[in-house]
């Protein structure tokens, strides 16, 4: 009998070392003892593959048309073969080729490098590092090349390097207008937009 009484005694002292330490907030409470732990889950690696399927993410297309010629000393200059220069009094008039290009200039920024270490999540709250606008894609097809003057003979060879010549100059005339700042703007402008509708608020967008 007197084991038993020692037995509650030693039972009723654990509890109230538990009630003790519950309202010192050092021990769970019951209901919390036993409770299941909401798991914490690292949004990150879902958030980074779904901006993965962004992919290249062309934010602005600048569209332009360009006239580009060039000149070479026509075959039939017997001057030019023998002493590398032309003379007009005595030199035919030289080939010359003027094309007229259109074409379009994609630039934006391609998200597929995107790592861990771009993003800081907290709650509500997004902090995302993106990499720096390039440019994505120059297009000339085909049909955007006319021809707008043509003297003398011009090998294929010849024809594509005056198209070489016309779609660098495209590329720089976007280039020297800003194309790559304006794409960096609006790459900005697009993530907090796609961010802001996955349900965060509290949104930083960088450029690395």
Same mark, same amino acid.
């Given at each position: ?27 769970p ?27 290249e993410?062309? $934010?602005?297309?600048?569209?332009? *048309?360009?006239?580009?010629?060039? &000149?070479?000393?026509? !075959?039939?200059?017997?001057? @030019? =073969? +023998? ?10 008039t030289p ?16 998200l ?34 006319? $021809?707008?003057?043509?003297?003398? *003979?011009?090998?294929?060879?010849? &024809?594509?390097?005056? !198209?070489?010549?016309?779609? @660098? =100059? +495209? ?38």
């Amino acid at each position: 009998m007197k084991f038993f009484r020692n037995y509650i005694l030693v039972i009723v002292g654990i509890v109230l070392v538990i009630i003790l330490l519950q309202r010192m907030n050092i021990f769970p409470s019951w209901s919390n003892l036993f409770s299941a732990k909401q798991v914490a889950i690292d949004e990150t690696p879902v958030l980074i593959s779904e901006i993965k399927e962004l992919s290249e993410m062309i $934010t602005i297309t600048a569209f332009d *048309e360009v006239v580009v010629d060039s &000149v070479k000393a026509s !075959k039939y200059d017997i001057v @030019n =073969k +023998v002493t590398g220069f032309s003379m007009p009094v005595f030199s035919p008039t030289p080939d010359r080729l003027v094309l007229v290009v259109k074409g379009k200039v994609m630039a934006g920024t391609d998200l597929s490098g995107l790592m861990p270490d771009d993003f800081y999540i907290d709650k509500d709250s997004i902090s995302l590092v993106i990499p720096p606008s390039r440019i994505l894609d120059l297009v000339t097809n085909p049909s955007d090349f006319s $021809t707008f003057a043509e003297t003398g *003979e011009w090998t294929p060879e010849a &024809v594509t390097l005056v !198209k070489q010549k016309a779609r @660098n =100059k +495209v590329l720089q005339r976007a280039l020297d207008n800003g194309i790559i700042d304006k794409a960096n703007q609006r790459s900005k402008m697009v993530m907090e937009s796609f961010l802001r509708s996955l349900g965060y608020s509290r949104i930083r967008v960088t450029i690395a």
